[in-house]
Every structure is written in structure tokens, then in C-alpha cells.
């Protein structure tokens, strides 16, 4: 079963932010928090990962609590591009750790 | 670019019949993986390999076997093909984490009909 929970589905007007929210409140310490992205009819796309830091690259940015039981994935200025279904993942970082998928959450965005 | 490719974006099986998918990473990755896609139901791991001639199970591996012969390609094979692994198969592979981002890298997809 996934350690995630996030929403079914969001939605975001071109040029604003998405904050699409994700709950791990089991996650343990050795475990990272992944987020991956899926457009329509192409395989999963790595964005970001992160442990406890405040992590951004030129995709997205992503805010672990300090408790690290929950995080946000942040689109800064949303594009119909960036409709897709996104995943949130937590996993170990050791060589046989494997990704486990839940359902994600189905971000449209409108223009 | 890296790239990892999948035989076939399309087949159309009959029940009973063997299917084998095809992948072939690349990247000289360590790990390959296999997952199934079905809508409402995300992303499962049917079988993942971290090494050459080494497999592991995933969360759903009954009615499938897999092969890794050599460290590019992860074939995943389907004995006795049913109805209800009519799907999207997608391959992904990576390299070991702590020294790199643990990504995995996907193919486009097999979509198999079984009929």
C-alpha cells in the first residue's frame, strides 16, 4: 500500500501557483519524499525529492513540515503543460528500495 | 538523451497465449522495474531487478515471471495471458541511490489487450 495520501483532484488557473498537498504521516527517518508527474499517454517524470529541507530545482519547489509528516509540491506559475497526474512518493535511498505508486492527485489547469 | 525503450506501444494477445515485453535501458543502470497501470488504481510493481540474473516481487507479480540476462534489458513475460492483465505496462529503470537522486527513468508504455 502507498505511505501517501493526497487529493483525487485540483485545479489552477494558468500563471498561478499550484500547491498540490501530500499527507506521509507514517514516514520514517531514512525515508525521502518523492514527487513525480505523469502527462497524459507518456510514462512517470521524475520533478523533486527531498528528506527535510525545503528543497527547489527549476521545476518545482518542495516544503517538508518539520514533522515531516506532510509536504507540498509548488508549481510557481502553473502552465496547461503542467496538466498531469502527480505522485507522491516516500521511499528509502538504498539500492533495493522500490518506488510505490498511489493513485495521485489529477491537476488541471485552466486557462 | 537516456532513454529507456519498450518493444511494442501496442499488442493485442489472445488468452492462453505467452507474451513477453521487452525493455532496454541505455543508461547502464543497476535497476529495472515493471509496473502495470490501470485506471483508479495508479501505478503497481509487478517485479523489479537491482542487478543482472536477480529479481525481486513486487506487490502484484502472480501470472508473471521476468528475465534479466544482461544488465540492459528486464523482460517480463506473462505464462498464461488473461483478460484481466489487459493493461498499460511500463517499464522504468535507475541507478542505486546515495550518490545520485534515486530517479527513475520510464519508457512511453506497452498497452496489452487480451481478448
Known amino acids: 500500500d502507498a505511505k501517501t495520501t493526497q487529493p483525487t483532484s485540483m485545479d489552477c488557473a494558468e500563471g498561478r501557483a499550484a500547491n498540490l498537498p501530500c499527507n506521509h504521516s507514517t514516514i520514517s527517518g531514512n525515508e525521502y519524499v518523492y514527487w513525480y508527474r505523469q502527462i497524459h499517454s507518456q510514462g512517470p517524470q521524475y520533478i523533486i525529492h527531498?528528506?527535510?529541507n525545503n528543497e527547489t530545482n527549476e521545476m518545482a519547489s518542495l516544503i517538508i513540515t518539520e514533522d515531516r509528516k506532510s509536504s507540498t509540491l509548488i508549481l510557481p506559475h502553473a502552465t496547461l503543460r503542467d496538466t498531469a497526474v502527480y505522485y507522491c512518493?516516500?521511499?528509502?535511498?538504498?539500492?533495493?528500495?522500490?518506488?510505490?505508486f498511489g493513485t495521485g492527485t489529477r491537476l488541471q489547469v485552466f486557462p | 538523451d537516456v532513454k529507456v525503450t519498450q518493444s511494442s506501444r501496442y499488442l493485442v494477445k489472445r488468452t492462453g497465449e505467452k507474451v513477453f515485453l521487452e525493455c532496454v535501458q541505455d543508461?547502464?543502470?543497476?535497476?529495472m522495474f515493471w509496473y502495470r497501470q490501470d485506471p483508479g488504481l495508479g501505478l503497481r510493481l509487478i517485479y523489479f531487478s537491482y542487478d543482472v540474473k536477480m529479481k525481486e516481487k513486487g506487490d502484484i507479480p502472480e501470472g508473471y515471471s521476468v528475465s534479466r540476462e544482461k544488465k540492459e534489458r528486464f523482460s517480463l513475460i506473462l505464462e498464461s495471458a488473461s483478460t484481466n492483465q489487459t493493461s498499460m505496462y511500463l517499464c522504468?529503470?535507475?541507478?542505486?541511490?546515495?550518490?545520485?537522486?534515486?530517479?527513475?527513468?520510464f519508457g512511453e508504455g506497452s498497452r496489452l489487450t487480451v481478448l
Open positions: 522504468a529503470s535507475s541507478t542505486p541511490g546515495t550518490e545520485n537522486t534515486g530517479e527513475l527513468f
Open positions: 543508461m547502464d543502470h543497476e535497476n
Open positions: 512518493i516516500v521511499r528509502g535511498f538504498y539500492n533495493t528500495d522500490k518506488l510505490i
Open positions: 527531498g528528506l527535510k
